[in-house]
C-alpha cells in the first residue's frame, strides 16, 4: 500500500492551493457565487427556503431552486456574522461580461472595494468561510478518489496517488472547491457512495471490521439510502446515482439468489431517500406544480434553448464543455493558457491508450473476479450516466458544461490514472505516477498566478511626477470633477481586425460618490464607427467611486478594430463619460471650450493590401513635397456633377498635411466650380500617407446646369492651408506648370 504520507501531500498541497485559489479570486467573482451566497443569507436571516418568483429579481437567481443542504451548513456556520447580506442591485457591474470566456475587460461580476480586504468582517468573513467549507469539502473527495482507485486496483502502489493528484490538481476542482458553491458537496457525496458501492460489490474484507458496520449486508440499505438521500438534498444531478445503486441492488440479489431481497433492499432505500427528501419534493409541487423544480430553475435562469439542441449544436458546444471541465473561470469568462488545456488533453489521451492495453489483458484474465468485474461495470455505468445527463440536460438548457460532469470526477481521475500507470507499465509505475503529479502540482500552482490574480488587478495609484514621457498631454476636465492627464496609443498603424492599444491617464482632486460609466468610441473614414467599449474606468475594475483624490491612474485598453473598417483613415477616440444614458453625458472643458466629448487622434488604420488600381488616364506629374499624381480615373459624369478618382504616391516623407484644390475654369481661366478639400476629406492627410503607397481620393465636382454650354478644364493641384501657397509641380519632362496647376481632365457643358 503507498504510504500514507503521500496522501497527506496530496492533500496539504490541495488545500494550501485552495487558499491560492481562493484569493486570487476577489469574493462573488467565482461561477455563481453570489447567488450560492444568497440562498445562504435567506436561510441564516431567518426567512426560511427561497420561493422562486418569474420575473422578480432575487439575491439568489435560479439558485434558489436547489435542493438545501448545502446551504443550510453554510448558514450554520455564518449566521452569526453582522453584516453579511446578499449583493443589491446596484453594487453589479452593469458591464460585466458575464459567460463571455476569453472577454479582455470587465471580467468583474460586481464592484469591489478595500472593505474586502483581510482581516476580513461582515460579507466578506461569511464568504471566506464558506469557501473554507467547500474547500474541506473538496479534501473529502480528493481522499476518496485515493480510496477508490486502491480498492478497484488493489495492489497497485503509484496509481491510487496520482487518480488523487489528477482530482486535486484539476484547477478546475480547486477553483469550485475554493468558492461558495454547491458542487463541492455533490462531488463528496457521490465519491463516497461509489466508493462503499466498490467495497460491497467485491465483498471487500475490511467491511467486516467494527468501523465497517455500515457497510455490512444487514446494513447496506440504510447505508446506500441515506447516502443517496443526502446527495440528492444537496444537488438534484446526484438523481444519476439512482440507476447505479438499482443495478448494484439487482446484482446483489441475483448472487445470493434471493429475489425478495432486492425489494426488501428497495424499499429501505426508497424510504430514506423520502424520509430526507420527500418534505422538499412536496414543497416544490405545492409551490411551482412539479417535484424536482427543475423547469423552474431554467426559466428563472433564462437558459431554455427556443427549439432543442441538434447533434450540430452540441458538437459546437463541445470545446466548451472540454475547457469547462479543467478550467473556466471567474463568472465563467476567464480562460487559462491553451497549453493547460493541451497538457490535459495528453494525459487523457495516454489514458485511453494504457486503458486499451489494461482491457485487452483484464479480458484475457482468467483469474479475474465476477465481484471485481462487477465493481468496474457499475463505475463505467457512473460515467456514462453522467455524460449522458450532462447532454440530456443540455438539450432544452444552454447548459452544456464539463464542469457539471465533475460529481464523478472520483471515478473519471481513478480511470485516467490507470490508463496512464498501464501504458507505462508496472515497473515504471510509481516514477510515472511520481512525475505527473509534479508536473500537475505545478501546472495548478501557475494557473492562478498567471491567469486569475492579474485580471482582477485595478489599475494602481501614481503621481503625476511618474508620468512617462511619450504621453500626449492634455488638459480637459469633465463636469470639473474628472481630469484626463494625458494619453498614449502603443501602436501608431493597425489594421482592420486588429487591436487598438490605448492608455488614459486619469485624475481626480475631489472624492466621487458616483459611479460615471465611460465610453469609448472610435471613428475611422467619413466618422465610421469602428469599435465602441462600454464600461467602467479600468476595464471595470476601477469605478469612480473608488478613486483617491489626487492621484492618477493608468487606464489601459485593447479596443478591437472592426474587420470592415475602411482603410486607411486616421482613427479618432471619442471619450466620454455618463452617468444613466448616453443623452446624461458629463460636459468636457477644455481651455474654455465645452464639449459633450474628447476626440482624441488614436493613429493610422491602414489597408489590409495595397491598392494595384491603374488609373484610367495616366498623369506622372510630380509635387514638390515629393508627391507624384499617378494619374485619374473618371467615374461619372452627369448634367452638373462629376466623380472622379485621383490616384496619388508618396516618394518621400511627408511632414506637412497638404490640401488638394480641384479648379474648374472656363475658357477665360475664371474659376466657375472647385472641390477643394485635404485627401479623403481629411481622413488621411499626407503626412500620414507611407512611401510607395498608391491613395485613391475620390473627388465630387459639382456646377451649375446653367453654364454656358461648351467645354471646361479641370485643374488640380496641393496647397499648403497654414500659408496659402501652392505646391511647385511638375511634368514628366521636367518642366513646371504655370499657376502650379496640373490639368486634369475636360468636362464638356451641353445646350
Not at 593 to 614: F, I, N, Q, Y
Not at 630 to 643: A, N
Not at 699 to 715: F, H, I, K, T
Amino acid at each position: 500500500m503507498f504510504p500514507r504520507f503521500n496522501l497527506r501531500l496530496i492533500l496539504i498541497a490541495f488545500f494550501v492551493l485552495g487558499l491560492i485559489y481562493d484569493q486570487s479570486t476577489p469574493i462573488f467573482e467565482a461561477s455563481d457565487e453570489a447567488w450560492h451566497y444568497g440562498v445562504v443569507r435567506e436561510i441564516a436571516a431567518g426567512r426560511g427556503l427561497p420561493i422562486q418568483q418569474l420575473g422578480k429579481i432575487t439575491t439568489y437567481r435560479q439558485e434558489g431552486s436547489q435542493p438545501p443542504l448545502y446551504y443550510a451548513l453554510g448558514a450554520v456556520l455564518t449566521f452569526w456574522v453582522d453584516g453579511a447580506d446578499a449583493l443589491s442591485v446596484d453594487e453589479y457591474n452593469p458591464f460585466a461580461q458575464v459567460g463571455v470566456p476569453g472577454t479582455p475587460v470587465n471580467v468583474n461580476m460586481v464592484r469591489h472595494t478595500n472593505a474586502e480586504g483581510f482581516p476580513w468582517h461582515g460579507r466578506s468573513l461569511a464568504v471566506h468561510l464558506l469557501r473554507l467549507l467547500s474547500l474541506l469539502l473538496g479534501c473529502g473527495t480528493v481522499a476518496l478518489t485515493y480510496m477508490l482507485a486502491h480498492s478497484l486496483f488493489p495492489g497497485r502502489t503509484g496509481l491510487p496517488l496520482l487518480a488523487s493528484a489528477i482530482t486535486a490538481f484539476n484547477p478546475m476542482v480547486i477553483f469550485i472547491s475554493a468558492s461558495v458553491n454547491n458542487d463541492s458537496g455533490i462531488w463528496l457525496l457521490s465519491s463516497l457512495t461509489m466508493y462503499v458501492l466498490v467495497l460491497s460489490a467485491q465483498s471487500d474484507p475490511r467491511v467486516q471490521s467494527s468501523l465497517m458496520r455500515p457497510l455490512q449486508p444487514k446494513y447496506l440499505p440504510w447505508t446506500l439510502g441515506a447516502l443517496l438521500g443526502l446527495a440528492i438534498l444537496t444537488k438534484l444531478s446526484a438523481l444519476l446515482i439512482v440507476p447505479v445503486v438499482g443495478t448494484f441492488l439487482l446484482w446483489r440479489a441475483w448472487r445470493g439468489g434471493n429475489w425478495r431481497l432486492f425489494w426488501h433492499d428497495a424499499i429501505i432505500v426508497t424510504f430514506c431517500v423520502l424520509l430526507l427528501n420527500g418534505w422538499w419534493f412536496y414543497r416544490n409541487w405545492v409551490l411551482y406544480g412539479e417535484f424536482l423544480g427543475t423547469s423552474t430553475m431554467a426559466k428563472v435562469y433564462g437558459i431554455v434553448r427556443s427549439e432543442p439542441a441538434s447533434l450540430t449544436d452540441l458538437l459546437i458546444e463541445w470545446r466548451g464543455w472540454w475547457y469547462s471541465l479543467l478550467g473556466v473561470f471567474g463568472v465563467f469568462n476567464l480562460l487559462p493558457g491553451r497549453w493547460v488545456y493541451a497538457l490535459f488533453t495528453a494525459l487523457v489521451v495516454l489514458s485511453i491508450g494504457g486503458g486499451l492495453r489494461a482491457l485487452w489483458f483484464r479480458i484475457r484474465d482468467a483469474t479475474a473476479t465476477a465481484d471485481v468485474n462487477m465493481a468496474h461495470c457499475l463505475m463505467v455505468l457512473f460515467l456514462a450516466l453522467t455524460f449522458i445527463g450532462n447532454v440530456v440536460w443540455s438539450l432544452r438548457q444552454h447548459a452544456l458544461q464539463g464542469r457539471l460532469a465533475l460529481g464523478a470526477v472520483a471515478v473519471m481521475s481513478t480511470y485516467v490514472a490507470a490508463g496512464v500507470v498501464f501504458l507505462g507499465g508496472k515497473s515504471r509505475e510509481n516514477l510515472i505516477a511520481s512525475l505527473v503529479t509534479f508536473v500537475l502540482l505545478l501546472v495548478s500552482l501557475v494557473v492562478p498566478i498567471l491567469y486569475i490574480a492579474p485580471r482582477y488587478r485595478p489599475p494602481r495609484p501614481m503621481m503625476a511626477t511618474d508620468l512617462p514621457d511619450d504621453i500626449v498631454a492634455t488638459s480637459v476636465i469633465f463636469d470639473d470633477e474628472i481630469e484626463i492627464v494625458g494619453y498614449s496609443v502603443s501602436d501608431d498603424s493597425i489594421l482592420p481586425g486588429e487591436t487598438m492599444q490605448v492608455t488614459l491617464y486619469w485624475r481626480t482632486h475631489e472624492e466621487m460618490h458616483l459611479d460615471y460609466n465611460l465610453a469609448l468610441n472610435v471613428h475611422g473614414r467619413d466618422m465610421e464607427h469602428i469599435a465602441k467599449l462600454d464600461t467602467w474606468p479600468g476595464g471595470g475594475l476601477l469605478p469612480t467611486g473608488n478613486w483617491i483624490p489626487g492621484v492618477v491612474y493608468a487606464d489601459s485598453y485593447s479596443i478591437p478594430i472592426s474587420r470592415k473598417a475602411s482603410a486607411p483613415t486616421l482613427m479618432r477616440l471619442d471619450v466620454s463619460f455618463w452617468i444613466d444614458s448616453l443623452n446624461e453625458r458629463m460636459l468636457a472643458r477644455s481651455n474654455g471650450s465645452v464639449m459633450s466629448s474628447l476626440m482624441l487622434d488614436a493613429g493610422r488604420l491602414l489597408p489590409v493590401t495595397m491598392v494595384k488600381e491603374a488609373p484610367q488616364i495616366e498623369n506622372g506629374s510630380t509635387f514638390v513635397p515629393g508627391i507624384t499624381l499617378i494619374g485619374h480615373t473618371v467615374l461619372s459624369q452627369l448634367e452638373s456633377e462629376t466623380r472622379f478618382m485621383i490616384l496619388w504616391r508618396a516618394e518621400h516623407p511627408v511632414s506637412a498635411d497638404w490640401t488638394v484644390f480641384v479648379h474648374m475654369l472656363n475658357a477665360t481661366g475664371d474659376i466657375v466650380a472647385q472641390a477643394d478639400g485635404p485627401p479623403l476629406k481629411g481622413d488621411w492627410p499626407t503626412s500620414a500617407w507611407d512611401l510607395g503607397q498608391p491613395v485613391r481620393d475620390l473627388r465630387n465636382l459639382a456646377y451649375s446646369s446653367a453654364l454656358p454650354p461648351g467645354d471646361y478644364s479641370v485643374l488640380v493641384g496641393l496647397y499648403n492651408p497654414d500659408s496659402g501657397l501652392r505646391a511647385a509641380a511638375h511634368a514628366r519632362d521636367g518642366s513646371e506648370y504655370a499657376d502650379r496647376a496640373v490639368p486634369l481632365l475636360s468636362v464638356r457643358v451641353s445646350e
